[in-house]
């Protein structure tokens, strides 16, 4: 079975430092890779997407993620972190074929300090 | 272009009561799915659908029953609701593929 890993609860990091949101998966074959963003009462918002090809992607925002398969990975990344940043963040697996259903990780907290 | 539209936004219910969330699509997507979010636990699929007239479980489908008779809507039952169903609910979209996938804004329901 699929399942999805983000080992961090919580990260507090200083306005304008650099960012890395880790994510591990577990999945048979090469799955789908999402990273999404939620503020505070709102819903989800996609922040960039991995199908295949270039293994580092571009997403908006100005993140960006890398999939390491021999790793199981898909960590996000921000260089200069601003404090509209502070959300919680979660990581996806979708499947390929068939259902095309997501499994979502527990999610990371992301405080910035001023 | 309303996109994904969950109703209701808020809902308090006694233990026991039942009701049906409403899930409408207006992007003509062939998938559609529901989850609940609790504190700690990310989001778990409930039930999802990959094209009208069919369902299925999720990772958490006990307690909920759903429906899709029509491609745009998607329901979501408690047939007789539990304090451990209070959570946030999301409902999204998608064509297939992940390639446009959309969620609704959230139902934020509380059973006492």
């Known amino acids: 079975a699929q399942s999805v890993t983000q080992p961090d609860i919580h990260i507090t990091v200083s306005e304008g430092a650099s960012l890395e949101l880790r994510c591990n998966y577990s999945?048979?074959?090469?799955?789908?890779l999402f990273w999404y963003v939620q503020s505070p009462g709102q819903g989800l918002q996609l922040l960039l997407k991995?199908?295949?090809?270039?293994?580092l992607v571009q997403g908006i925002k100005g993140f960006e993620a890398e999939f390491k398969r021999s790793q199981s990975s898909f960590n996000l990344r921000k260089p200069s972190v601003h404090w509209s940043d502070a959300a919680e963040y979660f990581c996806?697996?979708?499947?390929?074929?068939?259902?095309?259903?997501?499994?979502f990780g527990t999610g990371t907290r992301l405080k910035v300090l001023a | 272009n309303a996109g994904v539209t969950q109703t209701p936004k808020f809902r308090v219910l006694k233990t026991g009561q039942s009701m049906t969330l409403l899930c409408a699509q207006d992007?003509?997507?062939?998938?559609m799915y529901w989850y609940r979010q609790d504190p700690g636990m990310g989001l778990r699929l409930i039930h999802y659908?990959?094209?009208?007239?069919?369902?299925a479980k999720g990772e958490v489908p006990d307690g909920y029953n759903v429906s899709r008779l029509k491609k745009q809507n998607f329901l979501l039952g408690l047939e007789s609701a539990a304090p451990s169903q209070t959570s946030v609910y999301f409902c999204?979209?998608?064509?297939?593929?992940?390639?446009?996938?959309?969620f609704g804004s959230g139902t934020r329901l509380t059973v006492v």
């Open positions: 999945y048979g074959a090469t799955p789908y």
């Open positions: 992007m003509n997507h062939e998938y």
């Open positions: 991995y199908f295949s090809g270039d293994t």
């Open positions: 659908s990959v094209g009208e007239g069919t369902t």
């Open positions: 996806a697996v979708g499947e390929p074929i068939g259902t095309y259903k997501y499994i």
């Open positions: 999204a979209s998608s064509s297939g593929q992940g390639r446009l996938s959309a």
